[in-house]
């Protein structure tokens, strides 16, 4: 029987050989570029745009947008955070020897991904809302995550629970506001 331990330790490995692979994709410029303007996309200005996109537009569901997109957003930096500094997993660039990421990150720590969560959450929000139409913005948010792992700053293991963590935090919100 495999101990828990081991088995994170495992998961820790197929972690960092996945990200080899992925990182290596750091050679194509033009790939680079698109990585750093789809991470830029996923720091939190579009989930203000939105809302007030709709808010100027008249659109009947503004106000559950609102509740949704604020009380998921604020849920979803508690856990965040307290994931963040609870588990201190070191990004590739402080675990690896000789790796240099393509992008600075805002703190040391890689678990969980909150570009991941965070773009996640926004499609989630908006699958809510608005349906079938929105959920081409996983789309998007499942380009913000990869550009994490292309930038260097997550492994994928990281940018996955992120994914999950917005996306989980949404439903859960959507359910207490009776949305779901």
């Not at 948010?141 to 940018?159: E, Q």
Request: proline residues 5%.
């Amino acid at each position: 029987m495999i101990r828990p331990m081991e088995m994170l330790n495992r998961l820790n490995d197929y972690d960092r050989q996945l990200f080899a692979i992925v990182f290596k994709q750091h050679e194509r410029r033009a790939l680079i570029l698109l990585s750093r303007v789809l991470s830029r996309s996923g720091e939190g200005i579009l989930h203000l745009l939105i809302p007030a996109a709709a808010w100027l537009l008249g659109l009947p569901e503004t106000g559950e947008l609102f509740a949704l997109i604020l009380l998921s957003f604020a849920l979803e930096r508690c856990l965040h955070w307290i994931l963040k500094n609870t588990l201190q997993r070191p990004r590739p660039q402080h675990a690896i020897p000789g790796l240099r990421s393509l992008a600075t990150a805002s703190n040391q720590f890689s678990f969980p991904s909150g570009h991941s969560s965070r773009a996640f959450l926004l499609a989630t929000v908006l699958a809510v809302i608005f349906g079938e139409p929105a959920v081409a913005m996983y789309l998007w948010a499942g380009t913000v995550a990869l550009s994490r792992v292309l930038l260097g700053v997550h492994y994928p293991g990281d940018v996955l629970a992120g994914a999950v963590i917005g996306s989980g935090i949404v439903i859960f919100t959507a359910m207490l506001l009776g949305l779901a």
